[in-house]
């Protein structure tokens, strides 16, 4: 069974607690980090001299445990390569909307171990699970140079609700002395992990859940993601009905409109009887069809995207009165799909 293991802010905590250090030493380092944006211990000066030393030699020069080792940027996008302990590395999506608002895509595990057709990640394997601390680093980093966090998508590399750490992760997030973020500013995207889903709706009513459906046929559904297999499709609408019914809150259909696989009329009739049948109609659902991105490794590589399929399809759900949406291909020419940038990395080192 994975551990949920301490998180940094615990550990120094802790450190502080056991060196008798008053209460309020705790209150300015956060304070250091989170409001005034420092990194590194020793530049804290509101600490005394000999405790800035001994939390160097604990915790290292700096309060972040993840190195950006690589940045591709296009007018709205940046994406970060970050190196973490064992010689691995994971990417972090910033997204910059027109009107100022940022929002953050990260990763909670490096790879990812259930090989879903069309996903880059899937590709690479499961490395393991991040730490809650890698989780939230990626975060910090940003935070620290300045930029204002609005939204946290767990939607890059890996399945965030197999990684039991990602809990700690939203503690950390939305804990009032840390980075004190809204529940309702988070999003966790899932496969279908249904105990996990169950854990959110118990413990995490306010964060977003995205269930990425894919197909509506149970069977093609298996093929495009062997999760299907152990969490068949129609128990986890069940489950997800149940998280609508206790939480009130919307729940996110992702749809990647893969050419000839499950872009036709006969999947978007599906996808409306599937979703008009469930908790008030299906009315506390929203689909977000998402248009594929040609991924340089994946297991499969499909078509180019038919415009005309992806319009025909969205009016099939719209005129059944379901919510849905058409996302754009925020991203697309630097490689944001999750996956590319590790893989185009490890490409560019091996020559
Ligand atoms: Fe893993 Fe998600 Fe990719 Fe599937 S889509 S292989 S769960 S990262």
Redesign the pocket.
Known sequence: MQLRQKNKYRRIEEFLRERNCPNFRMKQLLNAIFKERIDKFNDMNVLPKSLRELLVKEFGETILDVVPLKEQHSEQVTKVLFGISGDEKIETVNMKYRAGWESFCISSQCG?S???KF?A??DIGLKRNLTSDEMTDQILHFHLLGHSIDSISFMG???ALSNVQVFDALDVLTDPTLFALSPRRISIST?GIIPSIKKMTQNYPQVNLTF?LHSPFNEQRSKL?P?NIRYPLLDVLDTLDEHIRITSRKVYIAYIMLPGVNDSINHAKKVVSLLKGRYKSGSLYHVNLIRYNRTVRSPFRFAEVDESRVVHFYKELKASGLNVTIRSQFGMDIDAA??QLYANYQESNKQ
């Open positions: 990812c259930f090989g879903c996903c990640t899937g590399m890996g399945e496969i990425s993601m999760i999750c996956g």
